[in-house]
């Protein structure tokens, strides 16, 4: 069965840092994109990285171009998610979700989400 | 970035009934297009892939097609299991877009 199980969320104050992780289990983690969406608090979904399964590449929405950093120890079947200069249209739940082999594939399985929060 | 125009934005049915939602590319997305439900409370769950592939375990009353820019999924004989809000999101292209979602509700 897979099981994505993110951690490390919290209240955090604008301008700190944040580093979420995921912990993949029940399929070939580093045969795999990864990727982390986000959805605010009654709002939509909102990709935001894609990290490949080699980490030979990664990609970022521009909202967060900069400022994010997508990374990944396919040797702990984790990845992970490192929030910099956060900011309050940053607070949502972040979810960490399984891309494909191929890079043009929909999100198949999604963990249970982090929430963040950024206020003062 | 292509943006995705989801509709209705709600929509309230009562059990047994077809509902249909739409979702419009605003360029050709090639059948790129991925479903989602999201239950209260939880993460979304893919329910259609590549506009009419159903995910595994997904009940046959959901179905998806389209091509194009022009997509619709449809729900028959509706369950009170299936409220939910229903998200299409393509993936044609980086970034991946999301529609911003059908609330759908029982009568």
């Known amino acids: 069965e897979v099981q994505l199980v993110e951690s490390g969320g919290g209240l955090v104050q604008p301008g700190s840092s944040l580093k979420l992780s995921c912990v993949a289990s029940g399929f070939t983690f580093s045969s795999y994109n990864m990727h982390w969406i986000r959805q605010a608090p009654k709002k939509g979904l909102e990709w935001i990285a894609l990290?490949?399964?080699?980490?030979?590449?990664?990609y970022y929405a521009d909202s967060v171009k900069g400022r994010f950093t997508i990374s990944r120890d396919n040797s702990k079947n984790t990845l992970y998610l490192e929030m910099n200069s956060l900011r309050s249209e940053d607070t949502a739940m972040y979810y960490c979700?399984?891309?494909?082999?191929?890079?043009?594939?929909?999100?198949?399985?999604w963990g249970q989400g982090v929430m963040v929060t950024v206020s003062s | 970035d292509i943006q995705m125009t989801q509709s209705p934005a709600s929509l309230s049915a009562s059990l047994g009934e077809t509902v249909t939602i739409e979702c419009r590319a605003s360029?050709?997305?090639?059948?790129?297009l991925a479903w989602y439900q999201q239950k209260p409370g939880n993460s979304p769950q893919l329910l259609i892939y590549?506009?009419?592939s159903l995910a595994d375990g997904v009940p046959s009353r959901f179905s998806g097609s389209g091509s194009g820019t022009q997509y619709s999924l449809k729900i028959n004989s509706l369950q009170s299991e299936d409220v939910a809000s229903y998200f299409c999101q393509q993936y044609n292209n980086y970034p991946f877009t999301f529609g911003l979602g059908t609330k759908l509700e029982i009568k």
């Open positions: 990290i490949y399964y080699d980490s030979s590449n990664k």
């Open positions: 979700a399984k891309g494909g082999y191929l890079l043009l594939r929909p999100f198949d399985y």
């Open positions: 360029e050709d997305i090639y059948s790129n």
């Open positions: 590549d506009a009419n």
